[in-house]
């Protein structure tokens, strides 16, 4: 139903109408709206931590984050509805629990650890990384629904952030980034 009508068109209503059962029976798998929200966001959220958790083809730590980005990329823009919940707060008043929300953070973790093998630890510059990454997902969605116009930017959008640290002496792979590297890989 948020696919076709979005995340505001959420109706306990339709949904019951849909479900074939009576809205107060809704109410007794869930105790408002917001706990329909919540659902969903621990299952998109676990579905993202479980992609974004999956081997990678390469060995080498820049192709590993760009890897990451083209998931990235695809999870959001095959569903801009999960999208919303995930990512933008579209919804008044609603926050997911700690435990719909654990994935998410699981989620973060792992591109911590994709940049970290790039040599960025900054919390910043991975403020930075998620700022301009969620930019690649907002242009593509806007601007090229179903097209690859910003998703393909994907390899030199990595070389721009990994130089710019570079350049700005922040950024050095680390010793260990081979060897961490073959861990995501496998």
């Given at each position: 139903?948020?696919?076709?009508?979005?995340?505001?068109?959420?109706?306990?209503?339709?949904?019951?109408?849909?479900?074939?059962?009576?809205?107060?029976t809704?109410?007794?798998?869930f105790?408002?709206?917001?706990?329909?929200?919540d659902?969903?966001?621990?299952?998109?959220?676990?579905q993202?931590?479980?992609?974004?958790?999956?081997p990678y083809?390469?060995?080498?730590?820049?192709?590993?984050?760009?890897?990451?980005?083209?998931r990235?990329?695809?999870?959001?823009t095959?569903?801009?509805?999960?999208?919303?919940?995930?990512?933008?707060?579209?919804?008044?008043?609603?926050?997911?629990?700690?435990?719909?929300?654990?994935?998410?953070?699981?989620?973060?973790?792992?591109?911590?650890?994709?940049?970290?093998?790039?040599?960025i630890?900054?919390?910043?510059h991975?403020?930075?990384?998620?700022?301009?990454?969620?930019?690649?997902?907002?242009?593509?969605?806007?601007?090229?629904?179903?097209?690859?116009?910003?998703?393909?930017?994907?390899?030199?959008?990595?070389?721009?952030?990994?130089?710019?640290?570079?350049?700005?002496?922040?950024?050095?792979?680390?010793?260990?980034?081979?060897?961490?590297?073959?861990?995501?890989?496998?």
């Amino acid at each position: 139903m948020v696919r076709s009508d979005g995340l505001a068109g959420l109706s306990l209503r339709e949904l019951a109408k849909r479900a074939g059962i009576t809205t107060p029976t809704v109410y007794s798998y869930f105790s408002s709206k917001n706990a329909i929200y919540d659902a969903m966001f621990g299952q998109a959220a676990t579905q993202f931590a479980e992609l974004m958790s999956e081997p990678y083809a390469s060995e080498d730590p820049r192709a590993i984050l760009a890897g990451g980005v083209r998931r990235f990329l695809e999870f959001c823009t095959t569903d801009t509805a999960r999208y919303q919940l995930l990512f933008q707060r579209t919804i008044p008043g609603f926050e997911p629990t700690a435990e719909s929300f654990a994935p998410a953070i699981r989620a973060l973790g792992l591109v911590r650890e994709r940049l970290a093998l790039n040599g960025i630890r900054d919390p910043r510059h991975v403020d930075m990384w998620t700022a301009l990454t969620t930019g690649l997902v907002d242009q593509q969605i806007s601007n090229d629904p179903g097209g690859d116009r910003w998703a393909g930017l994907v390899d030199d959008f990595v070389a721009m952030f990994l130089a710019y640290c570079q350049a700005n002496g922040r950024a050095a792979p680390s010793a260990s980034a081979s060897s961490a590297a073959r861990r995501a890989r496998s």
